[in-house]
Protein backbone atom coordinates (compact mmCIF):
# COMPACT_ATOMS: atom_id res chain seq x y z
CA UNK A 1 0.00 0.00 0.00
CA UNK A 2 1.35 3.60 -0.90
CA UNK A 3 1.73 6.02 2.03
CA UNK A 4 0.03 8.53 -0.55
CA UNK A 5 -3.08 6.99 -0.39
CA UNK A 6 -4.03 6.04 2.97
CA UNK A 7 -6.83 3.61 3.64
CA UNK A 8 -10.29 5.20 4.78
CA UNK A 9 -10.34 5.37 9.03
CA UNK A 10 -13.94 4.27 8.09
CA UNK A 11 -15.71 1.00 6.81
CA UNK A 12 -19.59 0.11 5.83
CA UNK A 13 -21.28 -1.24 8.99
CA UNK A 14 -22.46 -4.25 6.47
CA UNK A 15 -20.21 -4.72 2.98
CA UNK A 16 -23.19 -6.47 1.64
CA UNK A 17 -23.83 -4.84 -1.31
CA UNK A 18 -25.33 -7.39 -3.86
CA UNK A 19 -27.53 -7.06 -6.56
CA UNK A 20 -29.54 -9.98 -5.75
CA UNK A 21 -29.90 -11.66 -3.89
CA UNK A 22 -30.18 -8.29 -1.91
CA UNK A 23 -29.15 -7.48 1.51
CA UNK A 24 -32.05 -8.64 4.23
CA UNK A 25 -33.80 -5.89 6.03
CA UNK A 26 -31.72 -4.00 9.38
CA UNK A 27 -32.24 -5.33 12.03
CA UNK A 28 -32.95 -8.80 10.60
CA UNK A 29 -31.90 -12.13 12.37
CA UNK A 30 -32.53 -16.07 12.60
CA UNK A 31 -35.04 -14.97 15.58
CA UNK A 32 -37.83 -13.23 12.19
CA UNK A 33 -37.96 -16.86 10.94
CA UNK A 34 -39.40 -18.38 14.39
CA UNK A 35 -43.27 -18.27 13.21
CA UNK A 36 -42.68 -20.66 9.90
CA UNK A 37 -44.32 -23.27 9.77
CA UNK A 38 -41.64 -26.05 9.34
CA UNK A 39 -42.67 -29.31 8.59
CA UNK A 40 -46.25 -28.60 8.18
CA UNK A 41 -47.78 -28.80 4.49
CA UNK A 42 -48.29 -25.68 2.38
CA UNK A 43 -51.88 -27.22 1.83
CA UNK A 44 -52.48 -27.33 5.50
CA UNK A 45 -55.15 -24.51 6.80
CA UNK A 46 -52.36 -23.01 8.31
CA UNK A 47 -49.96 -23.21 5.41
CA UNK A 48 -52.54 -21.87 2.98
CA UNK A 49 -52.89 -19.35 5.43
CA UNK A 50 -49.16 -17.94 5.42
CA UNK A 51 -49.17 -17.77 1.40
CA UNK A 52 -52.52 -16.08 1.65
CA UNK A 53 -51.22 -13.61 3.61
CA UNK A 54 -48.30 -12.95 1.86
CA UNK A 55 -50.19 -12.03 -0.99
CA UNK A 56 -52.32 -10.17 0.88
CA UNK A 57 -49.76 -8.04 2.09
CA UNK A 58 -48.14 -8.13 -0.83
CA UNK A 59 -51.06 -6.32 -2.21
CA UNK A 60 -51.41 -3.98 0.30
CA UNK A 61 -48.31 -2.50 0.12
CA UNK A 62 -47.65 -2.18 -3.58
CA UNK A 63 -51.15 -0.96 -3.93
CA UNK A 64 -52.46 -3.39 -6.48
CA UNK A 65 -55.26 -2.63 -7.39
CA UNK A 66 -58.59 -5.30 -5.92
CA UNK A 67 -59.43 -6.49 -9.17
CA UNK A 68 -56.08 -8.06 -9.83
CA UNK A 69 -54.46 -11.47 -9.17
CA UNK A 70 -51.55 -12.26 -7.01
CA UNK A 71 -49.54 -15.68 -7.29
CA UNK A 72 -46.85 -17.11 -5.81
CA UNK A 73 -45.32 -19.22 -8.15
CA UNK A 74 -41.78 -21.54 -8.61
CA UNK A 75 -38.71 -20.32 -9.98
CA UNK A 76 -38.50 -16.71 -8.98
CA UNK A 77 -38.96 -14.14 -11.47
CA UNK A 78 -37.59 -16.19 -14.12
CA UNK A 79 -40.34 -18.32 -13.67
CA UNK A 80 -42.70 -15.98 -13.18
CA UNK A 81 -41.72 -14.41 -16.71
CA UNK A 82 -41.58 -17.78 -18.57
CA UNK A 83 -45.09 -18.50 -17.02
CA UNK A 84 -46.44 -15.30 -18.60
CA UNK A 85 -44.59 -15.51 -21.91
CA UNK A 86 -45.47 -18.85 -22.72
CA UNK A 87 -49.01 -19.07 -21.50
CA UNK A 88 -50.13 -15.54 -22.76
CA UNK A 89 -48.33 -14.68 -26.57
CA UNK A 90 -50.04 -16.13 -29.24
CA UNK A 91 -49.09 -15.94 -33.18
CA UNK A 92 -52.36 -14.14 -33.73
CA UNK A 93 -51.24 -11.03 -32.03
CA UNK A 94 -47.63 -8.50 -33.32
CA UNK A 95 -45.06 -8.97 -30.37
CA UNK A 96 -42.44 -6.10 -29.45
CA UNK A 97 -39.75 -7.07 -27.17
CA UNK A 98 -38.14 -3.50 -25.70
CA UNK A 99 -34.54 -4.85 -24.01
CA UNK A 100 -31.08 -3.53 -22.98
CA UNK A 101 -29.75 -5.56 -20.59
CA UNK A 102 -29.16 -9.34 -20.69
CA UNK A 103 -32.47 -10.27 -18.26
CA UNK A 104 -34.60 -8.26 -21.07
CA UNK A 105 -32.22 -10.53 -23.39
CA UNK A 106 -33.26 -13.46 -22.40
CA UNK A 107 -36.90 -12.72 -22.64
CA UNK A 108 -36.59 -11.66 -26.33
CA UNK A 109 -34.81 -14.69 -27.03
CA UNK A 110 -37.32 -17.08 -25.71
CA UNK A 111 -39.80 -15.02 -28.04
CA UNK A 112 -37.91 -15.07 -31.09
CA UNK A 113 -35.97 -18.33 -30.87
CA UNK A 114 -38.11 -20.31 -28.88
CA UNK A 115 -42.23 -19.76 -29.56
CA UNK A 116 -40.94 -18.41 -32.69
CA UNK A 117 -43.81 -15.51 -33.03
CA UNK A 118 -44.40 -14.83 -36.74
CA UNK A 119 -44.86 -10.90 -36.51
CA UNK A 120 -42.17 -9.95 -33.78
CA UNK A 121 -39.85 -6.82 -33.30
CA UNK A 122 -37.13 -6.44 -31.31
CA UNK A 123 -35.97 -3.05 -30.01
CA UNK A 124 -32.42 -3.32 -28.56
CA UNK A 125 -31.03 -0.55 -26.49
CA UNK A 126 -27.57 -0.50 -28.06
CA UNK A 127 -24.65 0.00 -26.40
CA UNK A 128 -25.73 -1.11 -22.63
CA UNK A 129 -26.38 1.91 -20.92
CA UNK A 130 -29.32 3.36 -22.91
CA UNK A 131 -32.61 2.70 -23.61
CA UNK A 132 -34.65 1.73 -26.91
CA UNK A 133 -36.82 3.97 -28.84
CA UNK A 134 -39.79 2.97 -26.52
CA UNK A 135 -41.98 4.97 -29.00
CA UNK A 136 -41.31 1.90 -31.42
CA UNK A 137 -43.75 0.12 -29.01
CA UNK A 138 -46.86 -0.64 -32.06
CA UNK A 139 -49.74 -0.06 -29.55
CA UNK A 140 -52.12 1.06 -32.57
CA UNK A 141 -51.63 -2.53 -33.97
CA UNK A 142 -52.36 -4.51 -31.15
CA UNK A 143 -48.92 -5.33 -30.23
CA UNK A 144 -48.03 -7.23 -26.86
CA UNK A 145 -45.53 -5.64 -25.28
CA UNK A 146 -42.81 -7.28 -22.96
CA UNK A 147 -40.21 -5.41 -21.16
CA UNK A 148 -37.96 -4.94 -18.19
CA UNK A 149 -39.26 -2.25 -16.48
CA UNK A 150 -35.24 -1.69 -14.49
CA UNK A 151 -32.12 -3.60 -16.42
CA UNK A 152 -30.36 -5.06 -13.48
CA UNK A 153 -27.32 -5.76 -14.99
CA UNK A 154 -27.47 -2.06 -16.63
CA UNK A 155 -28.47 0.21 -14.30
CA UNK A 156 -30.80 1.79 -16.51
CA UNK A 157 -34.86 1.99 -16.20
CA UNK A 158 -37.89 3.19 -17.84
CA UNK A 159 -38.46 7.16 -16.97
CA UNK A 160 -42.18 6.63 -16.65
CA UNK A 161 -45.09 4.82 -18.18
CA UNK A 162 -45.94 7.71 -20.05
CA UNK A 163 -45.15 5.37 -23.49
CA UNK A 164 -47.87 3.06 -22.77
CA UNK A 165 -51.40 3.90 -23.59
CA UNK A 166 -54.21 3.41 -21.28
CA UNK A 167 -56.45 2.15 -23.39
CA UNK A 168 -55.27 -0.78 -25.53
CA UNK A 169 -55.39 -4.64 -27.29
CA UNK A 170 -52.31 -5.83 -26.58
CA UNK A 171 -51.17 -6.75 -22.89
CA UNK A 172 -48.13 -4.85 -21.15
CA UNK A 173 -45.67 -7.62 -19.84
CA UNK A 174 -43.70 -6.01 -17.01
CA UNK A 175 -40.28 -7.76 -15.61
CA UNK A 176 -40.34 -5.88 -12.45
CA UNK A 177 -37.80 -7.89 -10.37
CA UNK A 178 -35.73 -4.98 -9.31
CA UNK A 179 -37.75 -2.24 -9.83
CA UNK A 180 -40.76 -3.11 -7.32
CA UNK A 181 -41.38 -1.61 -3.91
CA UNK A 182 -38.09 0.93 -5.00
CA UNK A 183 -39.83 2.92 -8.33
CA UNK A 184 -43.75 3.70 -9.18
CA UNK A 185 -45.74 1.01 -11.19
CA UNK A 186 -48.56 2.43 -13.40
CA UNK A 187 -50.68 -0.77 -12.50
CA UNK A 188 -53.63 0.49 -14.78
CA UNK A 189 -51.05 0.27 -17.82
CA UNK A 190 -49.77 -2.79 -16.83
CA UNK A 191 -51.22 -6.98 -17.29
CA UNK A 192 -48.38 -8.74 -16.31
CA UNK A 193 -46.00 -7.68 -13.34
CA UNK A 194 -42.87 -10.23 -12.58
CA UNK A 195 -40.74 -10.13 -9.56
CA UNK A 196 -38.40 -12.25 -7.30
CA UNK A 197 -38.68 -12.11 -3.35
CA UNK A 198 -34.74 -12.00 -3.36
CA UNK A 199 -34.28 -8.53 -4.88
CA UNK A 200 -35.37 -5.17 -3.41
CA UNK A 201 -36.48 -6.47 0.23
CA UNK A 202 -33.89 -9.12 0.43
CA UNK A 203 -35.69 -12.15 0.32
CA UNK A 204 -34.93 -15.94 -0.55
CA UNK A 205 -34.94 -17.16 -3.92
CA UNK A 206 -36.77 -19.59 -5.33
CA UNK A 207 -40.27 -17.67 -5.18
CA UNK A 208 -41.61 -15.72 -7.73
CA UNK A 209 -44.65 -13.41 -7.70
CA UNK A 210 -46.91 -12.81 -10.61
CA UNK A 211 -49.94 -10.12 -10.81
CA UNK A 212 -52.32 -10.39 -13.64
CA UNK A 213 -54.59 -8.06 -14.44
CA UNK A 214 -58.27 -8.64 -15.39
CA UNK A 215 -57.32 -8.12 -19.50
CA UNK A 216 -54.90 -10.60 -18.73
CA UNK A 217 -57.35 -12.91 -17.06
CA UNK A 218 -59.86 -12.36 -20.42
CA UNK A 219 -56.58 -13.62 -22.81
CA UNK A 220 -56.02 -16.77 -20.27
CA UNK A 221 -59.36 -17.68 -20.92
CA UNK A 222 -60.87 -17.13 -24.14
CA UNK A 223 -57.18 -17.59 -26.48
CA UNK A 224 -54.94 -20.28 -24.94
CA UNK A 225 -51.73 -20.53 -26.24
CA UNK A 226 -51.24 -22.68 -29.14
CA UNK A 227 -48.91 -24.79 -27.49
CA UNK A 228 -48.57 -27.86 -25.29
CA UNK A 229 -47.47 -26.58 -21.48
CA UNK A 230 -45.67 -28.12 -18.51
CA UNK A 231 -47.88 -28.66 -15.66
CA UNK A 232 -45.77 -25.98 -14.04
CA UNK A 233 -46.91 -23.00 -16.01
CA UNK A 234 -50.41 -23.75 -16.36
CA UNK A 235 -52.32 -21.21 -14.94
CA UNK A 236 -56.05 -22.30 -16.04
CA UNK A 237 -57.81 -25.24 -15.85
CA UNK A 238 -60.76 -26.34 -17.86
CA UNK A 239 -60.67 -23.09 -19.82
CA UNK A 240 -60.75 -21.29 -16.45
CA UNK A 241 -58.33 -19.16 -14.33
CA UNK A 242 -56.65 -21.51 -11.63
CA UNK A 243 -58.26 -19.17 -8.82
CA UNK A 244 -56.79 -21.54 -5.98
CA UNK A 245 -53.64 -19.96 -7.49
CA UNK A 246 -54.04 -16.64 -6.40
CA UNK A 247 -55.48 -17.78 -3.26
CA UNK A 248 -52.21 -19.69 -1.29
CA UNK A 249 -52.12 -22.60 -3.38
CA UNK A 250 -48.88 -23.20 -5.69
CA UNK A 251 -48.50 -25.23 -8.41
CA UNK A 252 -45.58 -26.86 -6.74
CA UNK A 253 -44.27 -27.10 -3.15
CA UNK A 254 -42.89 -23.62 -1.59
CA UNK A 255 -40.77 -23.25 1.65
CA UNK A 256 -42.32 -21.76 4.42
CA UNK A 257 -39.28 -20.91 5.72
CA UNK A 258 -38.70 -18.82 3.50
CA UNK A 259 -42.14 -18.20 3.10
CA UNK A 260 -41.46 -16.54 6.74
CA UNK A 261 -39.01 -14.69 5.87
CA UNK A 262 -40.75 -12.80 3.10
CA UNK A 263 -43.61 -12.05 5.67
CA UNK A 264 -41.20 -10.87 7.87
CA UNK A 265 -39.45 -8.13 5.17
CA UNK A 266 -43.06 -6.71 4.30
CA UNK A 267 -43.81 -6.38 8.34
CA UNK A 268 -40.39 -4.27 8.15
CA UNK A 269 -41.82 -2.80 5.11
CA UNK A 270 -44.82 -1.68 6.39
CA UNK A 271 -43.45 -0.83 9.88
CA UNK A 272 -41.70 1.66 7.96
CA UNK A 273 -44.02 3.98 6.52
CA UNK A 274 -45.05 1.54 3.32
CA UNK A 275 -44.26 2.11 0.03
CA UNK A 276 -43.38 5.27 -0.16
CA UNK A 277 -40.85 4.97 2.83
CA UNK A 278 -39.33 2.37 0.80
CA UNK A 279 -39.22 4.42 -2.54
CA UNK A 280 -37.61 7.29 -0.37
CA UNK A 281 -34.80 4.88 0.59
CA UNK A 282 -34.16 3.91 -2.48
CA UNK A 283 -34.22 6.98 -3.53
CA UNK A 284 -31.64 8.35 -1.01
CA UNK A 285 -29.31 5.65 -0.98
CA UNK A 286 -28.88 6.06 -5.29
CA UNK A 287 -28.13 9.77 -4.27
CA UNK A 288 -25.24 9.48 -1.75
CA UNK A 289 -23.63 7.36 -5.09
CA UNK A 290 -25.54 10.43 -7.58
CA UNK A 291 -23.62 12.92 -5.64
CA UNK A 292 -19.77 10.60 -5.46
CA UNK A 293 -20.10 10.02 -8.60
CA UNK A 294 -20.26 14.00 -9.51
CA UNK A 295 -17.41 14.92 -7.53
CA UNK A 296 -15.27 12.16 -9.06
CA UNK A 297 -13.30 11.85 -11.81
CA UNK A 298 -12.80 8.71 -12.87
CA UNK A 299 -15.85 7.11 -12.57
CA UNK A 300 -18.89 7.68 -14.07
CA UNK A 301 -22.71 6.23 -14.21
CA UNK A 302 -23.23 3.74 -16.96
CA UNK A 303 -27.05 5.11 -18.08
CA UNK A 304 -26.07 8.11 -20.08
CA UNK A 305 -29.75 9.75 -19.69
CA UNK A 306 -29.91 10.67 -15.56
CA UNK A 307 -33.81 10.29 -16.21
CA UNK A 308 -32.92 6.52 -16.73
CA UNK A 309 -30.89 5.70 -13.67
CA UNK A 310 -31.85 2.91 -11.69
CA UNK A 311 -32.37 4.17 -8.17
CA UNK A 312 -31.45 0.32 -7.17
CA UNK A 313 -29.13 -1.22 -9.48
CA UNK A 314 -26.17 1.30 -9.96
CA UNK A 315 -24.12 0.33 -12.49
CA UNK A 316 -20.66 2.58 -13.01
CA UNK A 317 -17.83 2.81 -15.38
CA UNK A 318 -14.57 3.48 -15.20
CA UNK A 319 -13.44 7.02 -17.29
CA UNK A 320 -10.22 7.12 -15.79
CA UNK A 321 -8.02 7.75 -19.33
CA UNK A 322 -5.02 5.99 -18.23
CA UNK A 323 -7.84 3.01 -17.48
CA UNK A 324 -9.27 3.15 -20.85
CA UNK A 325 -6.45 3.69 -22.74
CA UNK A 326 -6.03 -0.14 -21.79
CA UNK A 327 -6.73 -2.60 -24.39
CA UNK A 328 -10.17 -4.22 -23.56
CA UNK A 329 -9.45 -7.52 -21.55
CA UNK A 330 -6.98 -5.62 -19.14
CA UNK A 331 -9.79 -2.44 -18.63
CA UNK A 332 -11.87 -5.54 -17.32
CA UNK A 333 -9.27 -7.34 -15.36
CA UNK A 334 -8.55 -3.93 -13.98
CA UNK A 335 -12.43 -3.53 -12.71
CA UNK A 336 -12.28 -7.08 -11.79
CA UNK A 337 -9.52 -6.65 -9.46
CA UNK A 338 -10.98 -3.47 -8.65
CA UNK A 339 -13.73 -5.43 -7.09
CA UNK A 340 -12.12 -8.15 -5.72
CA UNK A 341 -9.84 -5.45 -3.74
CA UNK A 342 -12.94 -4.43 -2.02
CA UNK A 343 -14.13 -7.85 -0.93
CA UNK A 344 -10.56 -8.77 0.56
CA UNK A 345 -11.07 -5.88 2.76
CA UNK A 346 -14.31 -6.55 3.37
CA UNK A 347 -16.06 -3.27 2.60
CA UNK A 348 -18.18 -4.06 -0.50
CA UNK A 349 -19.00 -7.89 -1.72
CA UNK A 350 -20.60 -8.65 -4.63
CA UNK A 351 -19.93 -5.68 -6.72
CA UNK A 352 -18.12 -6.51 -9.72
CA UNK A 353 -20.38 -5.57 -13.13
CA UNK A 354 -22.86 -8.71 -14.33
CA UNK A 355 -20.74 -11.09 -16.43
CA UNK A 356 -22.11 -9.76 -19.60
CA UNK A 357 -22.19 -5.87 -18.75
CA UNK A 358 -18.84 -3.86 -19.92
CA UNK A 359 -16.15 -3.91 -17.36
CA UNK A 360 -16.59 -1.87 -14.11
CA UNK A 361 -19.09 -1.77 -10.53
CA UNK A 362 -22.46 -2.16 -9.99
CA UNK A 363 -24.11 -1.41 -6.38
CA UNK A 364 -27.33 -2.32 -4.56
CA UNK A 365 -29.27 0.73 -3.16
CA UNK A 366 -32.46 -0.75 -2.87
CA UNK A 367 -34.49 -0.16 0.28
CA UNK A 368 -32.76 -2.78 2.68
CA UNK A 369 -29.35 -0.75 2.27
CA UNK A 370 -28.87 1.97 4.96
CA UNK A 371 -27.79 5.38 3.66
CA UNK A 372 -24.57 5.55 6.37
CA UNK A 373 -23.16 1.98 4.61
CA UNK A 374 -22.55 3.70 1.17
CA UNK A 375 -21.53 6.99 2.41
CA UNK A 376 -18.64 5.04 4.36
CA UNK A 377 -18.23 3.11 1.29
CA UNK A 378 -17.21 5.92 -1.57
CA UNK A 379 -14.08 6.42 0.37
CA UNK A 380 -12.96 2.90 -0.03
CA UNK A 381 -14.14 3.03 -3.83
CA UNK A 382 -11.50 6.00 -4.18
CA UNK A 383 -8.68 4.27 -1.89
CA UNK A 384 -8.60 0.75 -4.12
CA UNK A 385 -8.91 2.86 -7.21
CA UNK A 386 -6.08 4.88 -6.55
CA UNK A 387 -4.47 1.37 -5.44
CA UNK A 388 -4.52 0.05 -8.67
CA UNK A 389 -3.98 2.97 -10.19
CA UNK A 390 -0.64 3.30 -9.01
CA UNK A 391 0.55 -0.43 -9.66
CA UNK A 392 -0.13 0.94 -13.37
CA UNK A 393 2.23 4.16 -13.28
CA UNK A 394 4.94 1.78 -11.42
Not at 123 to 142: F, M, T, V, W
Not at 164 to 177: C, F, H, M, Q, S
Not at 239 to 262: C, H, K, M, Q, V
Amino acid sequence: MSNRNPRPDIRPADPRFSSGPTRKRPGWSASALEGALLGRSHRSAPGKAKLKEAIERTRSILEVPEDYRIGIVPASDTGAMEMALWSLLTPARPVDVFAWESFGEEWANDVGTELKLPDLKLHLGQPYGRLPDLSQHRAAEGADVVFTQNGTTAGVCIPDFEWLPAVRDGLVINDATSAVFAQPIDWRKCDVVTFSWQKVLGGEGAHGMLILSPRAVVRLETSPPPRPLPKIFRLTRKGRLDEELFEGATINTPSLLATEDYLDALRWAEHIGGLRALHARANANAAVLARWVERTSWVDHLAADPATRSNTSVCLRIVDPLVCALPAPRQAEFARTLAARLEAEQVAFDIAAYRSAPPGLRIWCGATIEQHDLEALTPWLDWAFQELRLSLIH
